[in-house]
């Protein structure tokens, strides 16, 4: 199995990283706009291109301003039963480390190496939003 790591320092607390990851309004501003968030069975949609692409995830585990992790079901072959990682790590009172694992890849291909490059920009679109700049989610 593969995975895909980035790893990324945000400016800004804990807290607010794990919003952005966990809340329906945070996802909405650094990985698109078509995003639902079931509260209750921690289950998430995310929508592109007018809804055609899907990806659902399932929660896995979460700890409070520290882990999410997530399991794909979605429609996306490649994706299913993939894992997405989230680590949070405090720096400092004011700044967080953010370790992103897209994990168990099933093989490497071009799909792994294009989703490589989108993550690596997600992770910079998340750092602005959780810094209280730009909202730059995917546009559907």
Excluded at 25 to 38: F, I, R
Aim: net charge negative; charged share 30%.
């Amino acid at each position: 199995m593969a995975n895909l790591n980035h790893s990324i320092i945000i400016n800004s607390k804990p807290e607010k990283v794990f919003k952005a990851i966990t809340t329906e309004q945070g996802l909405k501003s650094w990985w698109t706009h078509d995003v639902k968030v079931d509260e209750v069975e921690k289950k998430y949609t995310f929508g592109f291109n007018n809804h055609r692409i899907l990806f659902n995830m399932i929660s896995l585990k979460e700890i409070q301003n520290e882990y999410v992790e997530w399991r794909c079901t979605g429609e996306i072959e490649e994706w299913k039963n993939t894992r997405l990682i989230f680590e949070i790590s405090k720096i400092d009172p004011n700044s967080t480390l953010l370790r992103f694992t897209h994990a168990d890849w099933t093989k490497i291909d071009d799909l792994f190496s294009k989703c490589n490059t989108d993550w690596g920009h997600l992770m910079y679109f998340l750092k602005e939003f959780a810094e209280g700049k730009n909202e730059r989610p995917f546009m559907s």
